[in-house]
């Protein structure tokens, strides 16, 4: 995403506030003093072997595996089979701590969708809720280009899945437009060539975008990625549905990054569906998008329904988890699963992040764009000063953010005390246009421990477009494992 945001400036000055509040608290404590954690998340990778034939290899354990993080073999410490949802009778069952069962995240955009073609999709969804196991569940949430909106929260209650779908079937779309758009460049090089263009000419029409639908895909892109991080699934396999049409018109593969990064990161496997015919345009961009998360593109036919496929596909697979040396740095890392058999093919996921606390809270605060936070986190004091012009199409605007005491991690300094919170801005403006500010730091000290009840105050300058404006800001609690929020909407 293109950033329309900036901290310049960073004043810190800490004022520990009374609250009205803090007579109906527990009697205060002095916030705890924290050295280090150890983080011991497990990474699990579920992979999928098949023949030259295309069938699935049963039957392998541990030892037929290789799992290789940045080219560098790592120990399998958990290993299952799972045939259609369930574990393999007889096979090693040391699996982390997860869960059985499937959560299939079902994801219209209705942005690049086409109604009549998605509405056949929705069918089979709906007709194939009786395939689902009795532990898996799904959710539906839907696109439009500028809002996201939740149909059916996580459920195995096939009635309120079916009432949802049957909703989802009478939404607008937008892709017929975008796709025609398409074809009129594609008719354009066409015609030049009928026409006897030069090289030149042709390439130059040829490479040209489609500036609308490139900037649609960043929205689609940027909400999908938000609502994976700000739609916290059950245990067990998460699987993403992307429902979707023409993605492949989209000659910037960079507008889908936020997407397989997050993907990733959290252990979803894609399953996308073009809804309009696939033999029509090149698959790359969807092929690309589910091979990096070890899923596989699906298509509706005579016989069965794309979700019927995605389904099976994903009820069988080897399930194999690693514990890495986790060190918070934004790093990511590169997975490669080898199965020690010859004539076989390998599918799984292809990376996982070592994702900071700083960099868990920028992305929650996008995802509370979309997504309603809890109540109980949304404890930022925000206020918003005058704003002064700052060039011809932006502003300064100072900002003084309020956070409990209560919730600082505060560390000993010498003879004093300090406390560090990454804080996380993003915007979305009114006509759709998003920005984040990961990076920044709000330090406080302190001359000796404070005293829980009171706030910390800390001042700084975000610069803005001119332009109506909904900024979440939002910072770590480290000491109950959260993230804190506040909003502030502007207009400029």
């Known amino acids: 995403m293109s950033s329309a945001v900036r901290i310049s400036g960073l004043v810190l000055v800490a004022v520990i506030l009374s609250l009205s509040l803090a007579a109906q608290q527990a009697p205060e404590e002095s916030p705890p003093v924290i050295n280090e954690t150890i983080d011991v998340r497990v990474v699990n990778v579920e992979t999928v072997v098949t023949d030259a034939q295309g069938r699935r290899v049963r039957g392998l354990g541990r030892e037929d595996f290789r799992l290789l993080v940045d080219g560098r073999e790592v120990p ?8 259609e949802g369930r574990a393999a009778a007889g096979r090693e069952a040391a699996v982390p701590p997860g869960g059985p069962g499937r959560s299939y995240l079902v994801f219209l955009d209705d942005s690049f969708s086409i ?15 009786d395939r689902l196991g009795p532990e898996d569940r799904m959710a539906v949430l839907a696109f439009d280009g500028r809002k996201l909106d939740l149909l059916c929260p996580w459920t195995a209650d096939h009635s309120a899945l079916a009432t949802a779908l049957a909703a989802a079937r009478q939404r607008s779309t937008g892709g017929g ?19 006897g263009a030069s090289k030149m000419t042709l390439e130059m029409l040829a490479a040209r975008r489609n500036e609308e ?25 998460k699987v993403l549905f992307l429902i979707t049409a023409g993605w492949q ?9 936020p997407i397989i990064r997050t993907a990733n990161r959290l252990g979803y496997t894609m399953y996308p569906v073009d809804t309009v015919n696939l033999d029509r345009m090149p698959a790359d961009a969807l092929e690309w998008l589910a ?31 690693f514990t890495p040396a986790w060190k918070g740095n934004d790093r990511g890392h590169q997975i490669r699963v080898e199965v020690r058999r010859s004539g076989v093919a390998v599918r799984s996921r ?38 002064r012009p700052a060039g011809r199409s932006e502003v300064e605007v100072p900002v003084v953010l309020g956070v409990p005491v209560v919730s600082l991690q505060v560390m000993p300094e010498g003879k004093s005390y300090a406390a560090e919170v990454p804080l996380a801005i993003a915007l979305v403006d009114e006509r759709g246009r998003h920005a984040s500010l990961p990076g920044a730091r709000l330090r406080v000290t302190f001359k000796e421990l404070p005293k829980a009840g009171g706030y910390a105050r800390f001042k700084t300058v975000i610069k803005l477009r001119k332009a109506q404006q909904h900024i979440v800001f939002a910072v770590d609690d480290p000491v109950a494992g959260a993230v804190l929020w506040g909003e502030a909407r502007v207009s400029l």
């Open 76 to 83: 399998v410490e958990y290993f299952s089979e799972m045939e």
């Open 115 to 129: 109604a009549a073609h998605r509405n056949s999709v929705l069918a089979g969804i709906a007709a194939d809720l």
């Open 177 to 195: 437009q975008l796709i025609a758009q398409a074809d009129d460049m594609d008719l354009d090089v066409e015609l030049a060539k009928a026409v």
């Open 213 to 237: 639908a490139s900037s649609q895909a960043g929205y689609t892109t940027g909400a999908l990625a938000a609502a994976l991080e700000g739609f916290a699934a059950p245990p067990g396999r």
């Open 249 to 257: 018109i989209v000659r910037a593969p960079g507008s889908y990054g």
């Open 291 to 321: 091979g990096t998360t070890g899923g596989k593109v699906v298509k509706t036919r005579l016989d069965h329904s794309a979700f019927a496929e995605a389904l099976a596909d994903s009820g069988s697979y080897y399930g194999l988890g």
């Open 350 to 387: 292809q990376s996982f992040t070592d994702l900071s606390r700083q960099g868990q809270t920028a992305m929650r605060a996008e995802s509370l764009l979309y997504f309603n936070g809890q109540e109980k986190d949304r404890r930022l004091r925000v206020e918003l000063g005058k704003a």
